[in-house]
């Protein structure tokens, strides 16, 4: 018996446990009971809402209270709840009636025995928070929370437990006792500050701005409502800051001014910075806070940007320094070597030019400051003693080599010589060319400005006005990387930002607009690559697409009701119902009214087909700014295939008709990886479109199309470029048009001087270097000087044209356009004048006349010096043509009528020469070029004319001009070819 | 001094300027078109903004907004003007180079300094006349362009005739006024050549 006692008291215990487990449940239970009494005069509330939140359900995820029972005090203010015993709880009481409002009581109860409460609740007055506080830095939507302080102490009240907090943070009054969230409670008859403070995204980062309300320190009346604008609290700060930061800026402009700078652009644009401001203190002083921060805004915006150009401007500057004393001392010694031959002569001059052209900088350009005398005194000396070592080494180190041609580089020095000598001795004629091209680079330096900026940029996306008076919003194009993320095979979301659906709350609260329609689309996704990127099913078909929309707004707006062909359109208040175009219907095989399975990304519904669509008027559909409503799906352009994975293009397509499935709104905000695309809106008439729309891409930075009578304008804040002084193209082409004619005539005088050069060996391409050469020193000498000149400029232009707007160009940029600029000037000059010029070559003309001895019966005979070997003869025929047609276009001659021929083993070219450009008289000759074999095997050239000696003498130059042309081909191709040999070898 | 008799008198009348002048032209076209092409540009620009300006006015005297020329495009103006001034020196100094036996052998033969003053200045005001003419045209084809987006192209139709015609004549007189005055240097100098060294010269 013994060996089962303790078998009988196990038993005996498991028995009573288990006959204790339904009384365990009752005990588990304590009462909590309550009193609710005013706090002043001690009676009962009646009617005071008692909220028990629990953290029971949630305490294995989290510490987040849950509503759990709900009851209203008695007539004797008296309340009593079951609640089981050891957890936690929080209780909270409110009483809210029109006339008579209560701080909400918040208590933490923790359920071990019965709890008897006395809750006294203070008598509250309102204060209806208005506006938002909003922040000039950003064009996020802040949120915003209310604390109530203690006016004496600055620390935050508590009702019973809980702090006194309203507002969008959680766990505050406005979330547990479910008031208005522009609404705070606060205890009449104390004084009491109120702590907002605004969560506001700046760039990437969320950041915490604080400010305190003190118009209630000095108590507010039981029931007194008080209505505070934020943005009247917010707006002063923000004021001052941005007028701080302009009469700093100013500050900084005036200084940089009495540095040198010529800032008149920069002063334009802060006047408008400061006019901004002074709109938007005006603004503010009439309560009409939206507008005045918009206008604050946007002098932000403006702000920011000038501010950023006014010290890239000076950080240029000082850089710009070193290339401009590199360019003026290059200068400097061409002037010196154009003065004298001897070596110590041409340095003295130089480096007296060099200094004198340097003092005028150091005295003219603002960002020698900048770098210290005494850095541009090492880099101007440096540069110096280079060039002179240069200029001394470099010569010797030329040589003609030993036999052959002599290569371009070794002829520089004796070219430059000869330049120099020509400009020597027709100084005049190129100090006028000269003086041209600094007036040129002057104006050019002085008179034009092409500037960049940030600000709001509104253009007329259509001049066709609709009957659907609108605005319509969309994100800005996102930046490249994140477009571009889809297709270098990241997962991003192609096409534009999805809009939040906090927007649409802020758009209905704040613009209360009279229609506002939400667009829901899926985003083009890469993480599903069967079947080429679909976002979902419809049964077994794939689906490209899905599209949402707010039925009864978008049938006003886009007249989207109109596409239903079949069955009926969606409403706005029924979900899970769907409408689908006529192909895809008949793809999936289904009837009106069928229930079908709907899959988009990673979540399924059973929707019901309820209309059809009109395919074709469903692609043709358009919003407002032009864009089809359809949604877009990513496509593949081109795919190479490769050893490993292929390599494919990919890009954005919108989807067919057939791809897309329509629903509303509520079903769409069940689905996955479908976002708000755009939102229209239609706006009271009272509301001015176009200022709406800019006021929106200010202070919020969206892209906004506003669609009025007198067209579709968009606006959004981007980057734009200013260019002023285009006309200064003119000056140039004058001043090309001068080198030209100094160079034909150079060339026309120099003719004698040519043919030397050349019986002593120089060829065309060197001769025309001379020539060109000639050119690039007036450009180099006429850039260097212009751009002093142009610097010059800003120091006087106060004195001529007080409010001329200009960027100053002391950027290292500008100093290499200034000398862009007259190089381009003078070499296209100098390549026109040459390619004018009748030929280069005299050396391998010859003079030479068609006299009488070449006249056989009524034509004259000229014979080509060219021979032309059997294999070479198709080539040589082909390149006769060639230039014979291109003569056909000449300027001052020209070939007509050109006719080929082969003959008797012959060829025969037939043409008429006539010559109407510079002669007095126009000559005229019919002409036959007869390529015929001699008695070896070479092919000769041979010009048959008909007409006077003048004629036959032009339509000789030219043919030999063309022969010429050829035996320079010839031996380039030989070279070619000795040059292949040798690789062979 | 024994006065020449008149039948000794050189006769070099305007008439005979101008042929020659023509004649010179005619035989150095390119050159010649190149510079009239110059001063037609700036001339052109020059009219281009002037006439734009009246346009402007008529806009705003019928009822249109009030517009105005920036006038950093003025000084641009007068930059062409005188870079193409400069141009019609340098050729007209080219052309005294190029004839400096030309104009000997017109010494040798009784002209006088006079003479061949008269004849570089006329032939450098037919080149004015032509490039004001030409830069008249383009100037205005020019402004409509530009203003006629603004103000709609039939505002030269509203621009008073009587206007557009003293503009005409100002910008030729001023063609010419500007060509002249390039050419008096280099005219001087060709007038002032001794002329046994003139002849003596070669190119």
New interface residues.
């Given amino acids: 018996m013994k060996r089962y006692r303790a078998l009988y008291l196990s038993l005996f215990l498991l028995m009573l446990l288990a006959s204790s487990m339904p009384f365990s449940n009752a005990l588990n239970y304590v009462s909590v009971t309550g009193e609710v009494m005013d706090f002043d005069t001690g009676e009962p509330i009646e009617g005071a809402l008692v909220e028990v939140y629990s953290q029971r359900y949630w305490r294995r995820y989290s510490s987040r209270w849950e509503p759990f029972q709900t009851i209203k005090t008695d007539s004797e203010g008296v309340f009593s709840l079951k609640i089981e015993s050891g957890e936690n709880y929080r209780i909270i009481v409110s009483y809210f009636d029109g006339d008579q409002n209560y701080v909400p009581y918040g208590k933490y109860v923790r359920s071990d025995f019965d709890e008897s409460l006395i809750v006294s609740l203070m008598k509250a007055a309102s204060i209806k928070i208005r506006g938002r506080a909003y922040f000039i830095e950003t064009s996020s939507i802040p949120s915003n929370t209310y604390k109530v302080l203690n006016a004496t102490s600055e620390t935050i009240l508590k009702s019973g437990d809980l702090s006194l907090t309203y507002g969008s943070q959680t766990e505050s009054f406005t979330e547990l006792v479910n008031i208005q969230g522009d609404t705070v409670l606060v205890p009449s008859d104390s004084r009491i500050l109120i702590e907002v403070i605004s969560n506001v995204k700046i760039g990437e980062k969320t950041s915490q701005r604080t400010m305190i309300l003190d118009d209630f320190s000095g108590g507010l009346e039981p029931g007194q409502y008080v209505d505070v604008d934020l943005r009247s609290k917010v707006l002063p700060e923000s004021l001052l800051s941005v007028r701080n930061d302009s009469e700093n800026l100013r500050g900084v402009i005036n200084e940089k001014e009495e540095e040198g700078f010529y800032l008149a652009v920069e002063r334009h644009r802060l006047s408008e910075l400061e006019r901004l401001i002074q709109e938007a203190e005006t603004l503010h002083d009439i309560e009409s806070y939206e507008s005045s921060f918009t206008k604050l805004r946007e002098a932000y915006i403006l702000y920011k940007d000038l501010n950023g150009i006014v010290h890239g401007i000076v950080g240029d500057a000082a850089r710009s320094t070193y290339i401009l004393v590199v360019f003026i001392t290059v200068s400097s010694f061409i002037l010196g070597s154009i003065m004298h031959d001897s070596n110590l002569l041409k340095i003295m001059y130089s480096l007296l030019f060099d200094f004198i052209l340097l003092s005028l900088l150091r005295f003219l350009h603002p960002g020698i400051p900048l770098i210290g005398t005494l850095d541009f005194i090492l880099v101007s000396l440096s540069s110096f003693l280079f060039l002179s070592t240069l200029s001394l080494i470099i010569p010797r180190l030329m040589s003609a080599g030993g036999g052959g041609e002599v290569s371009i580089i070794n002829m520089i020095i004796p070219i430059l010589s000869i330049a120099k000598r020509s400009l020597r001795r027709r100084w005049i004629r190129f100090g006028l060319t000269i003086f041209s091209v600094i007036m040129l680079v002057g104006s050019f330096i002085s008179l034009t400005s092409f500037s960049t900026g940030y600000g709001l940029n509104v253009k007329k996306a259509s001049s066709q006005g609709t009957d659907n008076f609108g605005v319509l919003i969309r994100t800005p194009n996102p930046p490249p990387e994140k477009a571009a993320a889809p297709f270098s095979g990241g997962n991003g979301a192609a096409g534009s930002v999805p809009l939040g659906t906090e927007l649409v709350n802020w758009l209905a609260e704040d613009i209360q607009p009279i229609l506002l329609a939400p667009k829901y689309s899926t985003q083009p996704q890469r993480q599903y690559r069967e079947e080429y990127n679909p976002v979902g099913r419809l049964g077994n078909t794939n689906l490209f697409g899905v599209l949402g929309i707010l039925p009864t707004v978008e049938s006003s707006l886009t007249g989207f009701d109109s596409l239903v062909i079949e069955g009926s359109y969606l409403t706005d208040e029924d979900s899970n119902e769907i409408l689908i175009g006529r192909e895809l219907l008949s793809t999936i095989d289904a009837q009106l009214g069928d229930a079908i399975n709907l899959r988009c990304f990673d979540t399924n519904l059973k929707v019901k087909i309820i209309g059809v669509l009109d395919d074709e008027a469903f692609s043709q559909l358009r919003d407002l700014d032009g864009d089809p409503i359809i949604p877009q799906k990513i496509i593949e352009y081109e795919r190479i295939e490769m050893d490993g994975p292929d390599f494919v293009t990919e890009g954005l397509a919108y989807c067919e008709p057939h791809e897309v499935v329509v629903i509303n709104h509520k079903t769409a905000e069940s689905l996955s990886g479908i976002w708000i695309n755009r939102i229209s809106l239609t706006l009271p008439e009272s509301i001015n479109l176009l200022e709406f729309s800019q006021r929106l891409a200010i202070n919020r930075g969206f892209r906004v199309w506003a669609s009025t009578k007198d067209g579709v304008f968009l606006s959004q804040l981007a980057g734009y470029f200013e260019g002023k002084g285009l006309p200064v193209i003119i000056p140039w082409i004058i001043v090309m048009l001068n080198v030209v004619i100094t160079m034909l005539n150079s060339y026309y005088e120099r003719s004698r001087e040519i043919m030397i050069y050349s019986s002593i060996g120089m060829n065309p391409r060197q001769i025309s270097t001379i020539f060109l050469g000639e050119a690039g020193v007036v450009g180099l000498v006429g850039g260097s000087l212009g751009y002093i000149v142009g610097l010059a400029a800003y120091k006087f232009i106060y004195l001529v044209t007080p409010s001329l707007q200009v960027e100053q160009k002391v950027s290292a940029a500008w100093s290499l356009a200034a000398i862009g600029i007259s190089l381009t000037a003078v070499l296209v000059g100098g390549v026109v004048a040459l390619l004018n010029s009748t030929n280069i070559t005299p050396s391998l003309i010859r003079r030479w006349r068609a006299n009488k001895a070449e006249r056989r019966t009524d034509s004259f005979v000229i014979e080509l010096p060219i021979e032309v070997l059997e294999e070479e003869l198709v080539e040589y025929i082909s390149f006769l043509e060639e230039e014979l047609n291109k003569s056909s276009k000449g300027f001052n001659f020209t070939t007509k009528m050109i006719k080929k021929r082969e003959e008797d083993g012959k060829w025969i070219f037939e043409f008429v020469y006539s010559n109407t450009g510079t002669s007095i008289s126009t000559v005229y000759t019919k002409n036959r070029l007869i390529i015929e074999k001699n008695d070896g095997d070479h092919y000769l050239t041979r010009l048959e004319c008909v007409g006077d000696e003048n004629g036959a003498q032009a339509a000789g130059s030219l043919i030999r001009k063309i022969g010429l042309g050829w035996s320079l081909s010839r031996s380039d191709r030989s070279k070619t070819s000795i040059i292949q040999d040798a690789g062979d070898l | 001094m024994r006065s020449i008799p008149p039948e000794h008198k050189v006769v070099f009348t305007l008439m005979d300027a101008i042929r020659l002048g023509i004649?010179y032209i005619?035989?150095?076209?390119?050159?010649t078109a190149?510079?009239i092409?110059?001063v037609a540009?700036?001339i052109s620009?020059f009219t281009s903004l002037v006439i734009t300006d009246l346009f402007y006015q008529t806009f705003s005297r019928i009822g249109g907004t009030s517009l105005q020329v920036?006038?950093?495009?003025f000084?641009?103006v007068v930059?062409?003007l005188?870079?193409?001034i400069?141009?019609i020196?340098?050729?007209m100094?080219?052309s005294v180079?190029?004839r400096y036996q030309e104009i000997g052998t017109m010494k040798c033969i009784g002209a006088l300094d006079k003479h061949i003053l008269m004849l570089f200045l006329i032939e450098s005001a037919i080149q004015g006349v032509s490039g004001g003419v030409l830069g008249y045209i383009l100037g205005v084809l020019t402004a409509l362009v530009s203003a006629g987006f603004t103000t709609g192209f039939d505002i030269i139709l509203k621009t008073p005739a009587g206007q557009l015609l003293a503009y005409f004549v100002g910008t030729t007189l001023l063609s010419i006024f500007l060509s002249v005055g390039a050419s008096l240097y280099p005219a001087w100098r060709a007038s002032r050549l001794n002329p046994v060294e003139a002849l003596r010269y070669e190119?």
Avoid: H, K, P
């Fill in positions: 004649g005619r035989r150095r076209i390119q050159r190149i510079n092409a110059s540009l700036a620009f920036d006038v950093y495009q000084w641009l930059v062409a005188i870079v193409s400069v141009g020196t340098n050729a100094l080219i180079y190029e190119l």
